[in-house]
């Protein structure tokens, strides 16, 4: 708690302003023309062609008719927007996401997923537990991916490729505020788009705690943006528009941790703690002398005795040669250990600690 | 999509560095004025049928008119610290204002004005509405017009239990067989029955109690307000006292959690309610609560009983509030 941040997130660790003025860049059209295409393909994106409701091209709602307008189109998208809002359980903490595959991707902010390959649990509206994955991340805009691991199919939302959202359009947002509760549900907030930069999509749908990541809809249903941070003021409430996600899309689908904070930090090469002491045998392989108290190795089984052949499918001749692997390995790292034990071969996984 | 495509976009990005953003002006956003306008005919119902309630000038909070009479609802607990008791209807301003009854389940309070012809609120015919229904509350006001603000419903209408729960106030130690009190809580129902440090405890509604974990179970489910038989053994005398259980937060002071310091003035009872709905209105201030919710035919969906945080606020369902206003009428005349 010790940051400064009213990120919608949970307990952060690092300190952070609230969000400064990006008075930076509007930058809308030539991404379009540029991205649509390949992303349409890639996903099965079926177009509806449900039409955008005219209310958003009024300065403001005059009468009941146009109140009920932005009531109606709000009512027939809710279910399906809702049916694909998750809750996203780190353990320390919980955000918010959507599901926009049927095969389980979902978009969450960088700072609920923290980094690239951390393990998940995604909570279903009917609060049905699900085993995830994250993937890439965007560390200076706050997107992020998560894969659900098991078999869908996912009840899914479509994504506003064609950024087609203008400013005064009215949106609303859902997510899990102040964690998950399955007698009230996620929760939806109406509002409208009340500013448009480069990298950040402005509302008045109030978000909280717990909403980071959640999503953002046009009345249509689509998804136009995830749930990043807020202001003091009950107007200030920021998201990540769609389109850092889909110029990033191939970079986050292969896993990669892309840019620079301040929203997720690189893992620190090295830093990666295991907890053994081993000893080279003549014949090959490491034999283990001493597996440290609550180490991650202790944790994942390993004991004394067991002799280490290989490392990352890397056969281990020398302490040395195990030390210069580990080296360029960080804390969260996946490690797959091939042990001899008892004579009989046996793989262990475990991920590194941090030193 | 590959690198020359990203990288287009990064020198895309840098070569429009100096355009402007767009921003809505203020009064075409959600609280703005220019949005608000569209709600007139339910601004003429708060007009008519909502309080202000006053303590000397100054406004704390609103109240719901529930009888042509003067019969006027509002929060209960807000209403504690109040020296003088006002209430504004309309244009007219009462300074006779009588408390008649206080509901503590609903934290709600019935108040009366010397009043005739009164425009009491007409109920919603059900609460059940449904996610993402426009309604419409108390916004700011001024001597003589009521404003209002606009939001949703945004959540399923539940009961939100006592945060913290229920407590008896007693810290026990474990003393061979038996448990001690080790300390009793200030302003807690166990210091006012007149337990004391260092009493035996012997049983609670005639369970024998020997361990910390029956003394829990004792008191599991159990609502504040209960009163619980507690019999002690005081210099080896057997006593038996009349605990009343007190909501944890009562006693201690509730925690302020991150959320809490993003949210601005939240109520200070916000749960401990049977049943509530939830809506997103921009409120800002536990000073918009008290007043009524109303649906778009400007009927009474219920009465806002708690600005809860930031984007969540607590509402007492229409079907509820009329049982309520009707027995605390009826009880009051007696």
Not at chain 2, 300 to 321: H, K, Q, S, Y
């Amino acid at each position: 708690m010790e940051g400064g941040v009213d990120w919608c997130g949970f307990v952060r660790r690092r300190g952070l302003q609230r969000e400064q003025d990006p008075a930076r860049v509007t930058l809308l059209i030539p991404m379009k023309l540029t991205f649509a295409l390949p992303m349409v393909l890639l996903f099965g994106w079926i177009s509806t062609a449900s039409a955008r409701p005219y209310v958003n091209d009024k300065k403001a709602p005059e009468d009941r008719k146009d109140l009920e307008v932005i009531q109606k189109s709000l009512t027939s998208v809710l279910p399906k927007a809702r049916a694909a809002t998750v809750c996203i359980d780190l353990g320390e903490g919980s955000g918010s996401g959507v599901i926009v595959s049927e095969d389980g991707l979902v978009l969450t902010a960088a700072h609920v997923s923290t980094g690239v390959g951390k393990e998940l649990t995604v909570i279903m509206e009917d609060g049905k537990k699900l085993k995830a994955e994250s993937l890439g991340l965007v560390a200076d805009t706050d997107a992020a991916m998560v894969k659900i691991l098991e078999k869908g199919p996912f009840p899914f939302v479509e994504i506003d490729r064609a950024e087609s959202t203008k400013l005064g359009d009215w949106v609303f947002s859902l997510g899990h505020s102040g964690g998950f509760d399955k007698e009230r549900g996620s929760v939806v907030r109406l509002g409208r788009l009340v500013r448009i930069a480069n990298a950040t999509f402005q509302s008045d749908c109030t978000l909280i705690g717990g909403d980071s990541g959640g999503p953002l809809f046009d009345l249509e249903g689509r998804l136009i943006g995830i749930h990043s941070r807020v202001g003091a003021q009950l107007q200030v409430n920021m998201h990540v528009p769609m389109k850092v996600y889909v110029e990033n899309w191939d970079g986050m689908m292969k896993s990669e941790f892309i840019g620079e904070g301040p929203f997720a930090q690189k893992p620190v090469k090295g830093n990666g703690f295991l907890g053994l002491a081993t000893e080279a045998r003549d014949e090959g392989g490491l034999k283990v002398t001493k597996v440290g108290r609550e180490s991650p190795a202790e944790e994942a089984g390993i004991k004394e005795g067991d002799v280490i052949l290989k490392m990352n499918d890397v056969d281990l001749k020398t302490r040395e040669q195990m030390q210069d692997l580990l080296k360029e390995m960080a804390a969260g790292d996946k490690l797959a250990l091939e042990l001899l034990r008892d004579g009989k071969k046996e793989t262990i996984n475990l991920k590194l600690g941090e030193r | 999509m590959n690198a020359k495509l990203i990288l287009t976009s990064i020198l895309l990005g840098s070569a429009l560095n100096t355009a402007a953003f767009q921003s809505l002006e203020s009064n075409y956003r959600t609280t703005g004025n220019g949005v608000v306008a569209a709600f007139e005919p339910q601004r003429q119902v708060l007009q008519t049928s909502s309080a202000v309630i006053l303590d000397g000038r100054r406004e704390i909070q609103y109240g719901v008119v529930v009888s042509p009479e003067g019969h006027i609802l509002t929060k209960a607990s807000e209403l504690k610290e109040v020296k003088k008791l006002g209430v504004t209807v309309d244009g007219t301003q009462y300074k006779e204002v009588e408390i008649l009854g206080t509901d503590e389940d609903w934290d709600v309070a019935l108040l009366k004005v010397p009043a005739a012809g009164l425009i009491p609120v007409v109920y919603a015919p059900t609460s059940a509405v449904e996610q993402g229904t426009w309604v419409v509350a108390n916004g700011a006001t001024t001597r003589t017009k009521r404003r209002l603000l606009a939001g949703i419903i945004s959540a399923k209408p539940r009961e939100i239990p006592i945060a913290g729960g229920a407590a008896i106030g007693l810290q026990l130690e474990t003393k061979g067989k038996q448990l001690e009190i080790k300390e009793v809580v200030e302003k807690s129902g166990a210091e006012e029955a007149g337990l004391k440090k260092g009493d035996l405890v012997i049983s609670v509604d005639g369970k024998a109690i020997s361990k910390i974990e029956e003394m829990a179970e004792a008191l599991k489910g159990k609502k504040p307000g209960v009163i619980v038989k507690v019999i002690v053994s005081r210099a080896k005398k057997e006593m038996a006292f009349d605990v009343k259980l007190m909501a944890r937060s009562q006693m201690v002071e509730e925690e302020v959690t991150r959320n809490d310091q993003m949210s601005g003035e939240y109520s200070a009872r916000r749960s401990g309610f049977p049943r509530v709905l939830q809506h997103d209105i921009m409120l800002g201030s536990r000073r918009n609560i008290g007043g009524p919710l109303l649906d778009l035919d400007g009927r009474c969906l219920g009465m806002n009983i708690a600005r809860v945080n930031r984007c969540e606020n607590f509402t007492i369902p229409c079907e509820e509030l009329k049982e309520i206003a009707a027995r605390m009428i009826k009880e009051a005349a007696k």
